[in-house]
Nanobody
């Protein structure tokens, strides 16, 4: 079993940066792909990025490619989503996910 807790969200102006963290408990963290999703108000939850268990394979949604970077440290049971050049359309609740487990999300608001 895995428990996931996101942090690092907040308010930022367009062009700014934030680094989201996903702290995991449970031994299964190191064996599973880590995903980030986001859900904007009134919209469906969308895939943002994923990183394989060993960190060797990364996928990033086209909408954030070149601006967001996903990483993880299995020794610390932590994953990160570095978000640069943020745009108002990046405003959403961001969730980390492994398999059937989801965190409760952290809100990112990008506005001038």
């Amino acid at each position: 079993q895995v428990q996931l807790v996101e942090s690092g969200g907040g308010f930022v102006q367009p062009g700014g940066s934030l680094r989201l963290s996903c702290a995991a408990s449970g031994l299964a963290f190191i064996d599973r792909t880590l995903n980030w999703y986001r859900q904007a108000p009134g919209k469906e939850r969308d895939f943002v990025a994923s990183i394989s268990a060993g960190g060797g394979h990364v996928d990033v949604a086209d909408s954030v490619k070149g601006r967001f970077t996903i990483s993880r440290d299995n020794s610390k049971h932590v994953g990160w989503l570095q978000m640069n050049s943020l745009k108002p359309e990046d405003t959403a609740v961001y969730y980390c996910n492994q398999g059937a487990w989801w965190g409760k999300g952290t809100l990112v608001t990008v506005s001038s």
